[in-house]
C-alpha cells in the first residue's frame, strides 16, 4: 500500500477532475463558453504524450549506452503510452472542435502537425515490426526514437507558432494563454496534468510488468 | 579522419563515374516526371497556378530525393558493409555518404529546376532567393534521407521502409522550404524569409549532428 501512494494519488487526482471538470464554475470566454472544459481532458493528453514520449527518449539513449534489455522494454512502453495519449489528445481535440471551429477536422497547423508527430511514431512500431533481431530491434529502434524526436520538437512546438493557428490563444482569438488563464481554470488544470501524466505512467509500469513475465515465460 | 571521408567521397564519384547507371537513371526519373506533369497538366507554359507550380516542383524534388539517396545503404552489398567498417571509422563513412548525397542531391536540384522551367515556365520573381533555398533543401533532404537509408537497410523490405520512415521526418523542412519559395515567387524581401531561414538550418543541424552521434550505434550488426 505505501509502495503505490502515488497509484492512490492518481485515482484521487483523476476523480476530482472528472467531477470537478465537469461540475465546477468555469469563466465565460467568448465562442468557447462551455467547451473551455476540454482543457482539463484534451491539454492534458498532449503534456502526457510529450512526456512519455520523452521518457522513451531517455530510455533509448540508456539502451545505447548500455545495452540492457530493460531499458528497451521501457522505452518501448513509454512510446506506447505516448501514442495513446497522442491519439486521445486528437480524438478529444476533433470531438471539441465539432462544437467550436463546426468542423472534424478543419487542417488547422497544430492539428496536421500533431497528425504527422503520430505518423513518425507509427512508423516507429513498422520499423521495430520489420526487424526480427530482437538485439538489432532494440538498437535500432532506439536509434530511429531519438532521431523521431528530435523531429517531433519543431514540428509540435515551432512550426504551428510561425502561422495563425485556430487553437485559442492564437491568432487572435480568446484562449487561456498566461493572460486568460483563470484561477478558476488553474484549480482543476494543474490537477488534470498531474493525474493523466501519472495515469500514464502507471499504465507503461504495468505494461512492463506483463512483457517481463512474457519474457520469463518464453524462457 | 578528414583524408578519410575525402576517400569515401571520391570513390562514390568515382564508382558513380564508371557506371553512371545511377545519376543517369535519377536524371532520367527527374526529366519524365516533370514531362509527366506537363503532359497531365496539359498547359502552355506559365499558365500553371504559381501553388501549384511551387508544390509540384517540391513533390518532384522529393521523390528524387528519396530514390537517390536511398541507394546510398540499401543498394549495397552485405560484404561492402563489411569492408567499410573493416577499413574506415564510422564517423567516416556517414559524412562521406552524406557528403556526397549533397552533392548529388545539389546537382539534381539544379537540373531539376532548370528542366521544371523550361517545361513549365519561370513565375519566380527571385530567382537568387529561390536557388538559394534550393541548396539549404537540398543539403537538408540529403542529411535527413542518408540516415533514414541506414536505418532503413537493417530492415526487411527497406524500400517501403525508407518511404514510411522518411516522408514524416521530412514534412517539416519541406513545409519550410515550400514558404521560402512562396516568398521567393512572389519577390518578398529577404528579411521576410529569415525567420524560416534560420529553423530550416536549425532542423538541418539537428539532423546533421543526430547522425553524426547516432551513426556508430547503428553500423555494427
Known amino acids: 500500500m505505501l509502495r503505490n501512494w502515488w497509484k492512490v494519488i492518481t485515482v484521487l487526482l483523476l476523480l476530482y477532475v472528472v467531477t470537478g471538470g465537469l461540475l465546477m464554475d468555469v469563466p465565460r470566454l467568448n465562442i468557447l463558453n462551455e467547451t473551455v472544459r476540454a482543457l482539463y481532458f484534451h491539454v492534458p493528453m498532449w503534456f502526457g504524450m510529450i512526456i512519455m514520449l520523452a521518457i522513451s527518449v531517455v530510455y533509448a539513449v ?22 495513446v495519449f497522442g491519439v486521445l489528445g486528437i480524438l478529444t481535440g476533433m470531438l471539441w472542435a465539432q462544437f467550436t471551429w463546426d468542423d472534424w477536422w478543419s ?37 530511429y526514437n531519438i532521431f523521431a524526436f528530435a523531429a517531433l520538437i519543431p514540428l509540435l512546438f515551432i512550426l504551428p507558432r510561425m502561422t495563425d493557428s485556430l487553437h485559442p490563444g492564437n491568432g487572435g482569438n480568446p484562449g487561456f494563454n498566461a493572460y486568460d488563464l483563470d484561477n478558476r481554470l488553474r484549480i482543476t488544470f494543474y490537477p488534470a496534468v498531474m493525474g493523466w501524466t501519472l495515469l500514464g505512467v502507471w499504465m507503461a509500469t504495468v505494461r512492463i510488468r506483463i512483457r517481463k513475465i512474457d519474457t520469463i515465460l518464453e524462457l | 579522419m578528414l583524408s578519410q571521408v575525402y576517400y569515401l567521397i571520391k570513390k562514390e564519384v568515382t564508382i558513380e563515374w564508371r557506371n553512371r547507371y545511377a545519376v543517369n537513371g535519377i536524371l532520367l526519373y527527374l526529366i519524365s516526371t516533370i514531362f509527366i506533369c506537363y503532359l497531365s497538366f496539359n498547359v502552355r507554359a506559365n ?77 519566380v520573381k527571385d530567382m537568387t532567393l529561390f536557388v538559394v533555398n534550393l541548396l ?13 537509408s541506414a536505418i532503413a537497410s537493417k530492415a526487411r523490405n527497406s524500400q517501403t521502409l525508407m518511404a514510411v520512415l522518411g516522408f ?20 518578398l524581401e529577404w528579411s521576410d524569409s529569415y525567420d ?15 547522425s553524426y552521434l547516432l551513426f556508430p550505434y547503428l553500423w555494427r550488426s
Do not use: C
Not at chain 1, 492539428?111 to 520489420?130: M, P
Open chain 1, 62 to 83: 540508456k539502451y545505447l549506452r548500455g545495452s540492457n534489455a530493460h531499458f528497451d522494454t521501457v522505452s518501448v512502453e513509454f512510446a506506447n503510452v505516448g501514442i
Open chain 1, 107 to 143: 487542417g488547422d497547423p497544430k492539428q496536421n502537425a500533431s497528425a504527422i508527430g503520430l505518423l513518425i511514431y507509427l512508423a516507429y512500431f513498422v520499423l521495430r515490426g520489420s526487424l526480427e533481431d530482437p538485439m538489432q530491434k532494440a538498437r535500432i529502434g532506439a536509434v
Open chain 2, 47 to 123: 499558365q500553371l497556378d504559381p501553388v501549384t507550380w511551387n508544390v509540384l516542383f517540391w513533390i518532384i524534388i522529393l521523390f528524387a530525393a528519396v530514390n537517390a539517396v536511398a541507394k546510398s545503404f540499401i543498394q549495397e552489398k552485405q560484404g561492402q558493409f563489411l569492408y567499410y567498417y573493416w577499413v574506415h571509422d564510422p564517423v567516416a563513412v556517414i559524412v562521406g555518404k552524406t557528403a556526397y548525397n549533397s552533392l548529388l542531391m545539389v546537382l539534381m536540384g539544379l537540373i531539376g529546376l532548370l528542366g521544371y522551367v523550361l517545361v513549365l515556365g519561370n513565375p
Open chain 2, 136 to 148: 539549404i533543401a537540398s543539403i537538408g533532404l540529403s542529411f535527413t534521407l542518408t540516415m533514414t
Open chain 2, 168 to 187: 514524416p521526418i521530412i514534412l517539416p523542412i519541406l513545409l519550410m522550404v515550400i514558404k521560402i519559395s512562396k516568398n521567393a515567387m512572389d519577390g
Open chain 2, 196 to 210: 524560416e531561414m534560420v529553423i530550416l538550418l536549425a532542423i538541418n543541424a539537428i539532423a546533421g549532428a543526430l
